[in-house]
């Protein structure tokens, strides 16, 4: 017999989680905006770094995994938090995950070199790729920055306790704008890649954009993989890969950040198209906070 899935609201902690979530993130990133603290040293324009802007930095781009961790175990105590765990290391997720893990994002890197290159522009080889050097920790910091210090918290925490009410899409949606808003401090904090891009309302814009197409292909992993935490960690790493080497190889832009919305976008309703049972079935393709298994 299998427990019933959690109900969103204050009794599973949904809202608990996304108030402390914020609360440290934008905290700790607003202080860096308001003292002009450097959070990252991608423009040269901006000082160097400090340990105290960094250690800012990390605490908030941490927050959404640890007050997930720490949800988890107030809502399920020890089972809670080894059913996490198990989660996290749900390595076996079959063929159709892990094709979707590495294609999308491969798909959305190439139509933004196409597009590119069609435009006359010039791509050149990342950094990372041109010196072995700097791929090790390239790797170590793409791994932990998003995709481990997210991913126990978006969709290892909150995504169950959206699909018990809202539902497959609505629920992608939801949580596809609550990820992207949480984004938003970073746009104006000194030195980092989204201050970088300039405009910081309307890149905001089409970075949310791209979330939300990012959030239904989270959704789906999630769906197919009876709520695996590791597939949500490979594709958010995927992802960031694609888009970190593909800036690293051209400077597209605003066109560029169009680009990768709307072939996010696609991406999204293309995987609807092929699969549309994972967004007709509801409340029977949900699965349970506690066990990992469907209700």
């Not at 905006?33 to 802007?53: A, D, E, K, M």
């Not at 609505?170 to 949580?175: A, F, T, V």
């Not at 007709?280 to 349970?288: E, L, V």
């Amino acid at each position: 017999m299998t427990s019933s899935p959690p109900q969103a609201g204050s009794k599973t902690g949904l809202r608990a989680f996304l108030v402390l979530t914020y609360a440290i993130s934008w905290l700790a990133w607003w202080t860096m905006v308001v003292f002009r603290i450097p959070g990252g040293s991608v423009n040269p324009g901006q000082p160097t770094p400090t340990p105290g802007g960094l250690l800012l930095l990390a605490l908030g781009g941490f927050a959404p995994s640890i007050v997930g961790v720490l949800m988890t175990s107030h809502a399920g105590g020890r089972a809670g938090l080894r059913d996490l765990w198990k989660r996290c290391i749900r390595f076996n997720l079959g063929s159709r995950p892990y094709f979707v893990i590495l294609l999308a994002p491969a798909l959305i890197a190439g139509v933004r070199v196409a597009v590119q290159l069609l435009r006359g522009g010039h791509v050149w080889l990342p950094a990372p790729l041109v010196q072995p050097m700097l791929l090790a920790g390239f790797a170590v910091q793409i791994f932990l920055f998003g995709p481990v210090s997210e991913e126990l918290g978006w969709r290892g925490f909150a995504l169950d306790r959206l699909l018990a009410r809202w539902g497959n899409l609505r629920s992608s949606l939801i949580l596809g704008a609550i990820h992207a808003l949480w984004h938003l401090p970073l746009f104006f904090v000194p030195g980092t890649i989204q201050q970088l891009w300039g405009d910081p309302v309307l890149n905001f814009g089409m970075f949310a954009l791209g979330t939300l197409g990012g959030a239904v292909v989270f959704t789906w992993l999630h769906l197919a993989t009876r709520g695996s935490v590791w597939a949500a960690i490979m594709y958010h790493l995927t992802s960031n890969c694609s888009i970190s080497l593909v800036w690293m190889s051209f400077s597209g832009g605003k066109v560029d950040l169009l680009v990768t919305a709307l072939a996010s976008v696609a991406v999204a309703a293309g995987l609807m198209l092929a699969d549309p049972g994972k967004w007709r079935r509801g409340s029977a393709a949900r699965f349970t906070a506690a066990s990992g298994t469907a209700p």
